[in-house]
């Protein structure tokens, strides 16, 4: 599966974006389609995953209440709805895909995922 993340930009505080992820190829009941980020000197951050099958989502503390992860099957796209942006939140946003056996629970780690996309670059100012 390949995978094209959008939607970056630059914001200002407290405004909002929306991030695409549009795979070309099957997504199957098995996968999990995830968001992570890496700021400049930092390591790579877990934000937001879904699971494919059952639409069960998990989110990273630093952005539950304000991101949402959400899926159009139809499009074989996933969406991260940011709101209340704020600068910690500049960062490479990535989207990546994970196959598992079916009732796998969400991990936060970058390394059990398989394909990833290019990344989209979303700065917010102050």
């Known amino acids: 599966v390949q995978l094209q993340a959008s939607g970056g930009g630059l914001v200002q505080a407290g405004g909002s974006l929306r991030l695409n992820c549009a795979a070309s190829?099957?997504?199957?009941?098995?996968?999990?389609i995830g968001w992570f980020r890496q700021a400049p000197g930092q390591e790579r951050e877990f934000v937001a995953a879904?699971?494919?099958?059952?639409?069960?989502?998990q989110y990273g503390d630093s952005v539950k209440g304000r991101f949402a992860i959400s899926r159009d099957s139809t499009k074989n796209t996933v969406y991260l709805q940011m709101n209340d942006l704020k600068p910690e939140d500049t960062a490479v946003y990535y989207c990546?895909?994970?196959?598992?056996?079916?009732?796998?629970?969400?991990?936060?780690?970058?390394?059990?995922?398989?394909?990833w996309g290019q990344g989209t670059l979303v700065t917010v100012s102050s």
């Open positions: 190829g099957d997504i199957f009941s098995n996968n999990h």
């Open positions: 879904i699971k494919w099958r059952d639409n069960k989502k």
């Open positions: 990546t895909i994970r196959s598992s056996p079916v009732a796998t629970p969400f991990s936060f780690f970058d390394s059990v995922y398989n394909d």
